[in-house]
């Protein structure tokens, strides 16, 4: 975009002032930098009023048609990059009502009939945020198609399950992806929902009182692709809570999104050993040559702070402002417009990377019987012989502290050291104290065994494919 002084650059709202803006609060008040990326909403949503304002007969059809041809050939103008910005005009909205006012003359200022910035822009910011909101929901989905594929190939490769990031029961390495299957699968739908309720037009309210022309509101929202109109002229032109919602719902994925990241980033460690990460998603040390860093979770993770900084920024800006507009809310575009970029680069960055992940399944299977993760299933196999599992509990426990002595596992230990400590303990104990027996025994609903596991994939793929009807627009 070419900056330059473009000589219709009067205001647009000079009438009752005297004196020219300073420059520096010129420069100050200025969005053009960044609003610009609204035009081709904001001319969208000029058309539609535009073309209602004729049909009503507020203005005369040709003015309509001449005030629509107009606005198209602005939009080109700016597709080519052949578009000059000035901060005199400060934001999208002067930009284009100055512009076309150069292509066609006065009759340029007939379309801001019955309409005022207020409600021009809560406008372009609901048709920009669906679509993204949608662009979004894309690239979950995507992302959640890897997932399921990658848990598909390791229903069987087990691994150990943490809690308090101790190793605690052997799980199937398909059944931890399917863990981030479904947090992003409530992300889908969250952003699903929030969408049913950006997708109201606030065109029509005006500056904020509605306006007196008899405007067809119905009309425009169709043109649009809104479900509906704002109900309060008020409400319409003052809030911006679907905007703080979508970062609250993009504050969410980057918190899936960077617990995922810690798991990858501690798994490729060679300490772990768990995983090898794609090389091109993988960047070497300038000093070290052995290393191999997984630098795409590790900015994943990181980014995570700027969008929990944009939505706390964005629910600070609202708090304090009297009904309706006012010019803070202004200050609504950068942190949002950032908020989508980040995540859906960092959703683009997982979606491309996780069918690259490669499972170390042998490293994975050791690891999955250290650390005592029987202990549990020893004490369930005492309380199927009659045992309160209160009791089994101290019972395995002493057992855990005679393994630790003879430094082996409790699947090492001698029958009749087992027995002395509790004397239902029978040979049968060892087809118990193993860890494909240990996950298969876990085969309530939505629990690791593999064909409990296998069930979940089955009905992840069936939701994934179920048409999806709560697309806007
Ligand atoms: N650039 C402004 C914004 O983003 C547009 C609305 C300005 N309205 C006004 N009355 N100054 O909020």
């Not at 025994?441 to 009807?469: C, E, M, P, W, Y």
Request: charged share 25%.
């Amino acid at each position: 975009m070419n900056q330059g002084p473009v000589q219709e650059a009067q205001k647009l709202w000079g009438g009752r002032f005297s004196q020219s803006t300073d420059a520096f609060v010129e420069a100050f008040s200025a969005s053009i930098h960044y609003d610009i990326r609204l035009y081709r909403q904001d001319i969208r949503g000029s058309i539609a009023h535009c073309r209602m304002l004729g049909r009503q007969g507020i203005i005369s059809q040709q003015e309509s048609e001449a005030i629509v041809a107009g606005l198209e050939q602005v939009r080109t103008e700016i597709d080519k990059g052949e578009f000059e910005t000035n901060i005199a005009l400060e934001d999208i909205h002067m930009h284009v009502e100055s512009r076309l006012k150069t292509l066609i003359g006065p009759v340029a200022g007939k379309l801001h009939t019955a309409r005022s910035r207020n409600d021009q822009v809560a406008t372009d910011i609901r048709l920009y945020l669906r679509d993204e909101v949608e662009t979004i929901r894309t690239a979950l989905r995507k992302l959640q198609n890897a997932l399921v594929d990658l848990a598909e190939q390791e229903v069987e490769t087990v691994m150990p399950g943490f809690t308090h990031m101790q190793n605690a029961q052997p799980i199937s390495f398909g059944h931890h992806l399917m863990a981030y299957f479904e947090m992003l699968d409530r992300d889908h739908a969250r952003f699903g929902d929030i969408n049913r309720r950006i997708n109201q037009m606030p065109l029509g309210s005006a500056a904020l009182a509605g306006t007196p022309f008899p405007v067809d509101r119905h009309w425009v929202a169709e043109q649009l692709g809104f479900d509906g109109v704002c109900e309060n002229s008020l409400d319409a032109v003052s809030d911006r809570d679907f905007v703080v919602e979508t970062a609250a719902a993009c504050a969410l994925v980057m918190t899936h999104l960077s617990r995922f990241s810690e798991e990858l980033i501690l798994w490729a460690s060679p300490t772990f050993n768990f995983v090898d990460l794609p090389d091109a998603f993988c960047t070497g040390s300038s000093i070290m040559p052995q290393k191999k860093n997984p630098d795409v979770p590790e900015l994943v993770r990181g980014k995570t702070g700027r969008v929990y900084g944009h939505l706390i920024a964005l629910l600070t800006l609202m708090k304090g402002l009297p009904l309706a507009y006012n010019r803070d809310m202004q200050e609504d575009k950068e942190p949002i417009f950032d908020t989508v970029d980040t995540v859906s680069a960092c959703l683009r960055a997982f979606g491309d990377l996780v069918p690259g992940i490669r499972a170390r399944r042998a490293v994975m299977a050791a690891a999955a019987g250290e650390g005592f993760t029987l202990a549990t299933d020893l004490a369930d196999y005492l309380v199927r012989r009659g045992l309160p599992f209160r009791e089994a509990h101290a019972v395995v426990g002493r057992l855990v502290a005679t393994a630790l002595d003879a430094e082996c596992g409790l699947e090492d230990l001698p029958l009749e050291t087992l027995q002395a400590e509790e004397a239902r303990i029978e040979a049968d104990v060892s087809a118990v104290l193993t860890v494909h027996a240990s996950v298969n025994a876990r085969q309530s609903i939505g629990g690791t065994a593999f064909d409990t596991v296998r069930a979940a994939i089955k009905r992840a793929r069936a939701r994934l494919n179920d048409a999806d009807t709560s697309k806007v627009g």
